[in-house]
């Protein structure tokens, strides 16, 4: 597993006079094998920080370190290194070919990453085991392989795409409002899953999310972004119980209660 390194990156969007700045030299470490929670408001640069270290968009500048390796235009054998980053978005849709069936999805993950890592392509039979096993590990049965995602609904979709990160053996999760679309009663067994999938395989995680008491849920370490500039970082209960920053606190305050966890 690996640690990812986000040393003073820079994403600027459009040209010209129109030109402007998202991610405005953001220094942020996530040790490996731990979860950091990346909050702020609306258009504070989170989604685009992320983006920048699968390549989704391009740093205009700063360095995405990976093993302390950059991987920012990387080639060759470093490319393969950033293609360990795995990303999950808001909208599992997004990654799911309607076309496919669940279990070619889950295959056609598999055979990106034998290519990536240049090992012997798996027989046919070995494939459906994977899938099968894959689909365990995200508590979906083995016949969901033959649906369709458009039968389908949110909360297993997103399993679904929790499942082809994972075909992917990914050394880094980026996990972008995953629940945010899903139904209150859905987010805690997806987060749980995902905290459990996290714990057995150590992954190490980016996520982000709007929702401060689902980030103290799920994360050890936490960093806050605003108009595009990291505010503060630190441990997440230092953060959210004693926020040094004012825009933090404003942050904390605008929650309405942070109760107790909540999907225990
Ligand atoms: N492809 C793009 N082209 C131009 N501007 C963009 C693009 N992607 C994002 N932006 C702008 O960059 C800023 C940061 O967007 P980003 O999506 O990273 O914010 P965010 O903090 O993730 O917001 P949210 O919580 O709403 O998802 C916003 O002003 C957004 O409009």
Redesign the pocket.
Known sequence: MSAIEFDDVH?H??AGASR?H??KGVSLSIPQGSIMG?V????????????AAVGL?EASSGRILVDGVDVVGARGETARLRRRIQMIF?DPSSCLDPRMTIGESIGEALRAAERRDRTPKRGRAARTQEVERLLHAVSLGADRADSYPSVLSGGQRQRVAIARALAAGPSVLLA??ITSALDVSVQGAVLNLLLELQRELGFTMLF?S?NLAVVRYVCDQVAV?RH?ELVESGPVLDVIDNPQHQYTRELMAAIPQLGEPMFR
């Open positions: 994403v969007f459009g402007f998202a991610v990346l702020g408001e609306s258009g504070s640069g989170k989604s685009t920080l992320a983006r968009v808001q972008d409002e982000v709007h972004m595009g």
